[in-house]
């Protein structure tokens, strides 16, 4: 799915597909979000392909936090020119609170070329601002692109949802403050790990306002 003339959605549909969303920048640096299941790595592969795009295209990868779904497919970059980024508090935290992650995904000694943490990266002729935000994972990232005003949200919102909070490391406390902290920003498209994209100034408000006179009631 094309959503902007630079930026490509590739949504969980299919149970036999992929199970979380992969989103693919393309520009003087061409960027994935969230590679996803290794063994169902094919389905992105043929969804980049749709666009004369191959997984060696890809300049830079970046994971929104340390959850099987969302990063298994590192693999296929290993070894590759490409370049990883990875949350640091992901990686604190697979190292030391949920080592049978790392172990399970085959990570083995696992080190990302880049560490991400609150502040700006640039890729390019691109600019995002990462932010920390916990509850879903401890050291979960989302990733606000001010150009374009879209926000990459991860497990940490969806549309019309939260990420769960009951896996090892989850917090709702820390949900809900990461969940008010994105809300203040001027966004215009919300870009989930699961689910539909929410798009428009309004929707996204709306989003953010029916999130927490729902949700955070359970948190």
Same mark, same amino acid.
């Given at each position: 799915?094309?959503?902007?003339?630079?930026?490509?959605?590739?949504? @969980?549909?299919?149970?036999?597909?992929?199970?979380?969303?992969?989103?693919?920048?393309?520009?003087?640096?061409?960027?994935?979000?969230? /590679?996803?299941?290794?063994?169902?790595?094919?389905?992105?592969? =043929?969804?980049? $392909?749709? #666009?004369?795009?191959?997984?060696?295209? *890809?300049?830079?990868?970046i994971v929104t936090h340390?959850?099987? =779904?969302?990063?298994?497919?590192?693999?296929?970059? #290993?070894?590759?020119?490409?370049?990883?980024? #990875?949350?640091?508090?992901?990686?604190?935290?697979?190292?030391?609170?949920?080592? $049978?992650?790392?172990?399970?995904?085959?990570?083995? =000694?696992?080190? /990302?070329?880049?560490?991400?943490?609150?502040?700006?990266?640039?890729?390019?002729?691109?600019?995002? $601002?990462?932010?920390?935000?916990?509850?879903?994972? %401890?050291?979960?990232?989302?990733?606000? @692109? %001010?150009?374009?005003?879209?926000? #990459?949200?991860?497990?940490?919102?969806?549309?019309?949802?939260?990420?769960?909070?009951?896996?090892?490391?989850?917090?709702?406390?820390?949900?809900?403050?990461?969940?008010?902290?994105?809300?203040?920003?001027?966004?215009? *498209?919300?870009?989930?790990?699961?689910?539909?994209?929410?798009?428009?100034?309004?929707?996204?408000?709306?989003?953010?306002?029916?999130?927490?006179?729902?949700?955070?009631?359970?948190?």
């Amino acid at each position: 799915m094309k959503l902007l003339e630079n930026l490509f959605a590739f949504l @969980w549909t299919d149970p036999t597909a992929n199970n979380a969303n992969t989103y693919v920048i393309r520009g003087a640096k061409n960027i994935l979000i969230d /590679p996803g299941r290794h063994h169902l790595f094919g389905a992105v592969r =043929d969804s980049l $392909q749709r #666009f004369s795009l191959n997984p060696s295209d *890809m300049d830079l990868v970046i994971v929104t936090h340390g959850h099987p =779904d969302h990063m298994e497919a590192l693999r296929v970059f #290993f070894d590759t020119s490409t370049l990883i980024a #990875f949350p640091a508090g992901e990686l604190a935290f697979i190292g030391t609170g949920a080592p $049978q992650y790392g172990i399970a995904l085959g990570l083995g =000694d696992f080190q /990302p070329h880049i560490l991400l943490q609150e502040g700006t990266l640039e890729a390019g002729d691109l600019t995002f $601002q990462v932010f920390h935000t916990p509850g879903h994972s %401890p050291g979960s990232i989302c990733l606000y @692109w %001010p150009e374009q005003k879209v926000l #990459f949200t991860g497990d940490v919102i969806f549309h019309q949802g939260i990420g769960r909070t009951d896996l090892r490391g989850g917090s709702g406390s820390e949900l809900k403050e990461s969940i008010l902290r994105l809300s203040r920003l001027d966004v215009e *498209m919300l870009i989930p790990g699961h689910g539909d994209v929410v798009r428009g100034r309004e929707p996204v408000k709306s989003n953010f306002r029916a999130v927490e006179d729902y949700w955070f009631a359970y948190l």
